[in-house]
């Protein structure tokens, strides 16, 4: 694995290993969920009024 992980040119040589927890596991298994690719559908609606509400309300 270290062979993508190193820089050409690079003066020193680092890689790091991402190192998932419980929770981030449950969290991707959720983001490929039906429930989620729905609740994605209707987020734009949110975010649109936040952003008006946050642009011209202050």
């Given at each position: 694995?270290?062979?993508?992980?190193?820089?050409?040119?690079?003066?020193?040589?680092?890689?790091?290993?991402?190192?998932?927890?419980?929770?981030?596991?449950?969290?991707?298994?959720?983001?490929?969920?039906?429930?989620?690719?729905?609740?994605?559908?209707?987020?734009?609606?949110?975010?649109?009024?936040?952003?008006?509400?946050?642009h011209r309300h202050g």
């Amino acid at each position: 694995m270290k062979e993508g992980c190193y820089k050409e040119g690079a003066k020193s040589k680092t890689y790091s290993v991402t190192i998932k927890s419980g929770v981030h596991a449950k969290q991707m298994a959720f983001q490929e969920s039906e429930a989620f690719k729905e609740k994605g559908k209707e987020r734009y609606k949110i975010e649109a009024k936040n952003s008006e509400l946050k642009h011209r309300h202050g």
